[in-house]
């Protein structure tokens, strides 16, 4: 599944040239690919045809767009969750249809002229859908791109991550001091952090070297401290090298794939060398998936 890197390089791609683009037309070619839009794809067509994009925004796994009608004020907005294989790219307007191809918009951007964005999905687990706008709880930004405090009610749940200006490390502090559960699970807690899935969680946790099964609140704050650099660390270089690529289901708007893979230390490594002790990385199951870390220096 696609994590903050992933979204967030999708999210920077998207922007430019759909910010202050006017959405043309609309063709729905595969409705499941409106989950989260209960109203159907006449709806979604007539509530976003002929609307501008004001900008392009993130929260941990969650891209939105909002949409200023013709008064003037974005009070609703795209809102795309990309699922376990979902693609949002750039086309121009008569390209052949992507493989998988669920829904296309047909935009007009007055620097770029008219372009295509093409939402994808192989397993159909990913939406889009048409949102009312809310107030943030805490007055600030949404979240990255995004300049109003003003988030999609689908979103509201979804807490700060840890790229986010917002984000209060305190609060985060606090919420471990209250949780027993382990504290990998802590991390794919997307009420309590966004935007960490499995990879980057086993990636940080090594870095940090703490166990992934570790109670979230044995945790002296020293060691949440030096988690929450190393979270960002690794964020911050997956990002850098274009989010995690193993297959053909992540790729940018361009339809070019990470290389974040090569800078992997845990994650999917079981039976290879420790880089940091020469120890073997181990494969445990975890939650219908896997945890990836190093017995030997990340001891429970």
């Known amino acids: 599944m696609p994590e903050l890197p992933e979204v967030e390089v999708v999210r920077a791609g998207l922007a430019p040239a ?38 392009v925004a993130r ?6 767009m909002p949409l200023v009608a013709a008064g003037g004020e974005a ?28 829904i296309r918009l047909y935009v007009e951007h ?18 889009l859908a048409v949102d009312a706008l809310v107030p943030t709880g805490d007055g600030r930004a949404a979240g990255w791109g995004s300049a109003e405090p003003l988030i999609p ?13 917002a984000f209060q490390d305190r609060v985060f502090r606090a919420a471990l001091r209250t949780r027993s559960s382990a504290i990998k699970r802590v991390l794919l807690d997307q009420g309590v952090i966004s935007g960490v899935g ?15 099964e570790t109670p979230a609140s044995a945790l002296s704050t020293v060691a949440v401290n030096r988690l929450l650099a190393e979270v960002r660390a690794v964020l911050e ?26 800078s992997l230390n845990a994650y999917g490594r079981e039976g290879e060398l420790c880089a940091r002790c020469g120890g ?21």
């Open 18 to 55: 759909m910010t202050g683009a006017r959405i043309l037309s609309v063709a729905v070619h595969d409705e499941r690919a409106l989950t989260r839009h209960p109203a159907g794809a006449a709806d979604f067509v007539a509530r976003i045809e002929g609307a501008e994009v004001a900008t």
């Open 59 to 64: 929260r941990g796994k969650f891209l939105w």
């Open 153 to 165: 009610s689908q979103v509201v749940h979804i807490a700060r991550d840890p790229m986010d200006e």
């Open 280 to 300: 073997p990385i181990r494969r445990e199951s975890f939650m219908n998936r896997s945890s990836h870390y190093c017995p030997r220096c990340q001891r429970r």
């Open 198 to 212: 499995n990879i980057y969680a086993d990636e940080s946790l090594w870095a940090a070297r703490i166990h992934p």
């Open 110 to 127: 007055p620097q770029h002229g008219e372009l295509a964005v093409v939402f994808a999905d192989q397993r159909t687990f990913g939406s």
């Open 75 to 102: 009070r609703s907005a795209i809102v795309g969750h990309l699922g376990m294989s979902g693609q949002l790219l750039l086309r121009r307007p008569d390209a052949a249809a992507e493989r998988h191809e669920r």
């Open 237 to 262: 270089k997956a990002l850098a090298e274009g989010g995690t690529s193993f297959d053909a289901q992540y790729v940018n708007v361009n339809g070019q794939a990470g290389y974040f893979a090569h």
